[in-house]
């Protein structure tokens, strides 16, 4: 097969390899003759389209031709333009059908192995965060968490120490600063970490008195604070307080947890033309499955909603929620014409080059993520899941600042799609799934899983199972990729000014 049509009412198709001009293909009881050269990917003319009508992918409009095309021709950003604009209003129409993934009595009683946490929380790792206020003691914290590697390395009931540089904290105001506040609050609580230093200068905006204000609550065993200035050797004092954690981290050890404790946040990046094919129906397939046993998933990336976000509204559990999803798009939207962008300033160059035209193009592919499940609850950049079920998470497209918005959220785990290949790993276990099976071939070294085999005949269910084991044993403690290559990155959302 050299060409997939997604759906009946599409007016192109996927060429499933590089085409040439002059090839005859079938596509169903149809032969198409390329009249230009077609790369793996991209989008090619199942019939002829008139100028300024829609281009169809998903039963979808992608955008609207703005020539006329002829059957055959290659389709893409030559000769294709989005038909995104401002914001919009919309009609609560709920249009959720009975999803088809597993009832919850076939998955419900699976299990994994976590650390269940005093607070009766669930982490899938076992580790030591160091947690740095403001910029200025990143480097300390990168001393301390390796000196205390080192005077650690044969603890075994530790996963490992880790400090999560970040380069705000100070010299930033109002919204901005209390976003920083917030993530970093977020992360200190997370429950994969089973202890926590907070490393603070002393004279910044968000120090550790203002940090305390925002966290909330906290085990004091578990959450400990230094203020470099107020000690003579910062560092023989970190390395100290990490000893201590890791003492307290030794009280947990793994035990059987059912997988409605998992909270996995979904997201993509370096996206191809597979990517809606493959990968993203993959993991919306896991999600439709998580879900219904009672775990959690979280999508973001809005703008890469635009042009799907339809979708996603009339699968709101209730009212309520559709409104909360038409305040995320338009809100997003809001902020783009605040600094006089245009909203549809996506795909990226990769994405164009693997076979991505428009933004409705990427928004359609990248939502299957979500899979078919209701939404159940729309979170404010740096909220924190409190519902059961698919939740829509507020968070700009850039891979790194969304990944760590998903972990802040309280997942333990991102899947994360890609047609182009990253290496990217936040403080969180990231998997890497690739859309075709070139990419994980020659990145293994990068990717984790490989969804591409779905283009050469495997289905999806025998495929889903196997995925849904791969992450139940990666939240039992089997290592990703991006684990092992030490790749735990984040990156903080900033909108204001810097003083």
Same mark, same amino acid.
């Given at each position: ?8 009412? %599409? ?6 390899r590089d085409l040439k001009k002059g090839e ?12 230009? %050269? ?65 009832? $919850? ?25 160091? &947690? ?9 914290? /990168? ?13 075994? +009931? ?15 105001? !109002? ?8 993530? =970093? ?5 997370? $429950?994969?970490?089973? !202890? ?11 120090? &550790? !008195? ?28 970190? &390395? ?17 947890? $059912? ?6 946040? =979904? ?52 009212? /309520? ?55 159940? %609850? ?17 968070? $700009? +497209?850039?891979d790194m600042v969304a990944a760590t918005a ?58 889903? %199972? ?10 039992? +403690? ?22």
């Open positions: 097969m050299e060409l997939l049509r997604l759906n009946d009412a %599409d007016n192109v198709a996927v060429a499933l005859t293909v079938r596509l169903g009881s149809m032969e198409i003759t390329l009249l230009e %050269d077609v790369p793996g990917g991209h989008k090619v003319a199942v019939s002829d389209i008139a100028e300024r009508a829609n281009v169809v992918k998903y039963g979808f409009p992608i955008g609207q031709a703005t020539k006329a095309i002829r059957g055959g021709e290659w389709v893409h950003t030559h000769n294709t333009h989005t038909n995104l604009a401002g914001t919009l209003s919309y009609q609560y129409a709920p249009g959720y059908q009975e999803r088809n993934a597993q009832t $919850p009595s076939e998955r419900s009683k699976d299990t994994f192995w976590g650390y269940r946490r005093e607070d009766g929380r669930v982490g899938i790792r076992n580790e030591i965060w160091i &947690v740095p206020t403001v910029s200025c003691v990143n480097r300390v914290a /990168e001393l301390i968490a390796r000196e205390a590697r080192e005077a650690l390395k044969d603890r075994l +009931g530790l996963d490992g120490v880790f400090e999560f540089k970040h380069p705000y904290g100070c010299s930033q105001m !109002g919204e901005d600063q209390l976003r920083t506040q917030q993530i =970093l609050a977020d992360l200190i609580q997370h $429950p994969n970490a089973a !202890g926590v230093l907070v490393l603070g200068l002393g004279c910044e905006n968000s120090n &550790v !008195g203002e940090i305390k204000k925002v966290l909330g609550d906290y085990n004091e065993e578990r959450v400990k604070f230094l203020v470099a200035q107020e000690v003579e050797d910062e560092l023989a004092a970190g &390395v100290e307080i990490v000893r201590k954690l890791a003492d307290y981290a030794e009280r947990f050890q793994r035990e059987k947890c $059912p997988v409605s404790e998992l909270t996995i946040g =979904l997201k993509c990046g370096g996206s191809d033309g597979f990517s809606g094919i493959t990968a993203n129906p993959l993991v919306g397939a896991f999600s439709d499955r998580l879900t219904a046993a009672g775990g959690a998933t979280v999508l973001t990336e809005v703008p890469e909603m635009f042009g799907a976000e339809t979708l996603l509204m009339n699968r709101a559990v209730n009212e /309520e929620v559709f409104a909360k999803t038409v305040r995320l798009v338009n809100d997003f939207k809001d902020y783009y014409a605040s600094y006089k962008q245009p909203i549809y300033e996506n795909p990226s160059p990769g994405n164009k080059k693997g076979g991505i035209t428009t933004l409705e193009d990427k928004s359609l592919g990248c939502t299957q993520k979500g899979g078919t499940s209701e939404v159940v %609850d729309v979170l404010d950049y740096a909220g924190r899941v409190m519902c059961r079920g698919l939740n829509l998470l507020a968070a $700009p +497209g850039n998903l972990a802040a959220a309280g997942c333990q785990m991102v899947l994360f799609t890609t047609g182009r290949g990253t290496p990217l790993g936040t403080c969180v276990p990231t998997v890497k799934v690739s859309t075709n099976s070139g990419l994980y071939q020659r990145k293994s070294h990068w990717i984790d899983f490989d969804a591409g085999v779905l283009l050469n005949g495997t289905s999806m269910e025998d495929l889903a %199972d196997d995925f849904w084991k791969y992450v139940l044993r990666v939240a039992s +403690g089997e290592a990703t990729k991006a684990e092992n290559l030490g790749f735990r990155d984040i990156a903080i959302f900033k909108n204001g000014v810097t003083l």
